[in-house]
């Protein structure tokens, strides 16, 4: 599976972006999707996931402000990200799992000024 990242950007703090992923082929709605991020000089932390059945999961700095949806006819994930701030900036990156494998689009820049 190849994960197709985009919607990156540079905005100021307040302001909101979307960022879109497109997967290669169909994945059944049972496995997850989601975002994860990587900020300068820190780990990789999980924004937001979804799968059919249970509720979305966000890391809780980001409650409120982000929104994850998933078009599983399109196999698309979306994160659409309001109020941001300056800590928000990090590369994002979606993935998947599937059968215990990972999978990783290849990032997209989200750079928040304040």
């Known amino acids: 599976v190849q994960l197709q990242a985009s919607g990156g950007g540079l905005v100021q703090a307040g302001r909101s972006l979307r960022l879109s992923c497109r997967a290669s082929?169909?994945?059944?709605?049972?496995?997850?999707m989601g975002w994860y991020r990587q900020a300068p000089g820190k780990s990789r932390e999980l924004v937001a996931r979804i799968r059919s059945g249970r509720d979305p999961d966000y890391v809780e700095s980001v409650r409120g402000r982000f929104t994850i949806s998933r078009d599983n006819a399109k196999n698309t994930v979306t994160l659409a990200m309001n109020s941001l701030q300056p800590d928000d900036t990090a590369v994002y990156y979606c993935?998947?799992?599937?059968?215990?494998?990972?999978?990783w689009g290849q990032g997209t820049q989200v750079t928040v000024s304040s």
């Open positions: 993935y998947t799992r599937i059968e215990g494998h990972e999978y």
């Open positions: 082929r169909s994945i059944w709605s049972g496995n997850p």
